[in-house]
């Protein structure tokens, strides 16, 4: 199961966003979530159609009417999302130190990367 274990990269209150490191791989966080969500899962680079790394996932959780969150069944509903819920983006690494930041937690040779963005739109 995945657990997180600190933020330690930030969180972005301008922009609604938090960053996680978690100490497993995608599709260990991927289940994690599942045991929520039985039909959630994230896309991978191939299935969106915009230039993303190999390692980078991303799934879309929609506000539904009574307050819960509904993932995205297809990569079209989440180009169809605009600013009605959470955006999940994941940065699976792999044999990779982390040179360009110092992480809060002792990692192995496989961590995700999480920011977690809530897309509501702001009244000002």
């Known amino acids: 199961m995945a657990q997180v274990i600190g933020t330690g990269l930030g969180r972005f209150a301008p922009i609604r966003a938090n960053v996680y490191i978690v100490p497993s791989s995608a599709a260990v966080l991927e289940a ?14 191939d299935e969106i159609e915009m230039e993303r790394d190999e390692g980078t996932y991303s799934q879309f ?10 993932p995205a069944q297809r990569p079209k ?9 959470v955006s999940l983006m ?4 792999r044999g990779q130190p982390a040179a360009w930041v110092e992480l809060p937690i002792e990692t192995s040779d496989v961590y995700c990367q999480i920011a977690i963005i809530n897309n509501r739109g702001a009244k000002f």
């Open 32 to 45: 994690f979530y599942q045991q929520h969500w039985p039909g959630f899962r994230f896309f991978g680079p």
């Open 61 to 70: 959780l929609f506000f539904q009417k009574d307050g819960s969150l509904r």
């Open 77 to 85: 509903d989440m180009r169809n999302a605009k600013d009605n819920g």
């Open 90 to 93: 994941v940065m699976e690494q």
